[in-house]
């Protein structure tokens, strides 16, 4: 059983369009979202978080939006670049734990 | 400031042999994770420590798998009489604290692949 799903292996945008990568989850325990990156032979690094008490946070080209009702979360890159193609996971937290989505790959073409 | 490091960073070894894998956290990180992600999957949680502790080992697959940490710093995690299925990249990740939701700092990885 699959706590956090990310439905879409990959998603192809081009440069300077909104790219939007989608996550559900099951559990509604979770208290915490975050989004990583990942990129070829390294570990992932942390992008932006989100507490279960918002809906919305901005950081700069990205947004991640939260749906409680629907157990739902997306990350918005807008403009995205080049540099952005990477593997991006979600994650959900409850108590410290954080379990992870299959990853969606992002590729931003020129 | 130095990142979490893990060695080795590749590890081939034959089936039925044992492996260790080392992580060093960020220092004063006093939560540290492991994780597994096989090709093409997602990451699979193995452990957590809360300092040296490990209060959720849910995650080993087998009793093959066991895990320690020292000093509130190295942790090793050790799979014995590997298999095939144990191939996977294995991830190390620290953060300030396990109950306040702070992000992971993940490492690069070790590659185990056994022939």
């Known amino acids: 059983d699959q706590q956090v799903k990310q439905n879409s292996p990959s998603l192809s945008v081009q440069e300077g369009r909104i790219s939007i990568l989608n996550c559900d989850y099951t559990?509604?325990?979770?208290?915490?979202f975050l989004w990583y990156k990942k990129y070829p032979a390294e570990g992932p690094t942390f992008l932006i978080s989100?507490?279960?008490?918002?809906d919305k946070n901005e950081d700069g080209r990205f947004t991640v939006f939260l749906n409680k009702s629907a157990k739902h979360l997306s990350l918005h890159i807008v403009p995205s670049q080049p540099g952005d193609s990477a593997v991006y996971f979600c994650?959900?937290?409850?108590?410290?734990?954080?379990?992870f989505g299959d990853g969606t790959t992002l590729t931003v073409k020129p | 400031g130095a990142g979490v490091s893990q060695s080795p960073s590749n590890k081939v070894t034959e089936k039925g042999k044992d492996v260790e894998l080392r992580c060093d956290p960020i220092s004063g990180h006093t939560a540290l994770y492991w994780y597994r992600q096989r090709l093409g999957q997602g990451l699979e949680f193995l452990i957590y420590?809360?300092?040296?502790?490990?209060?959720?080992k849910s995650g080993l697959p087998s009793d093959r798998f066991s895990a320690e940490r020292t000093g509130e710093s190295v942790s090793t995690l050790t799979i014995q009489r590997t298999q095939q299925e144990d191939s996977a990249v294995y991830l190390c990740?620290?953060?300030?604290?396990?109950?306040?939701?702070?992000?992971?700092?993940f490492g690069n990885g070790t590659r185990l692949t056994v022939t």
């Open positions: 990740a620290s953060s300030l604290a396990s109950l306040y939701n702070s992000p992971l700092h």
């Open positions: 559990n509604s325990m979770f208290d915490y």
């Open positions: 994650a959900s937290t409850n108590a410290g734990k954080s379990t």
């Open positions: 989100i507490s279960s008490i918002k």
């Open positions: 420590f809360q300092g040296n502790s490990a209060p959720d």
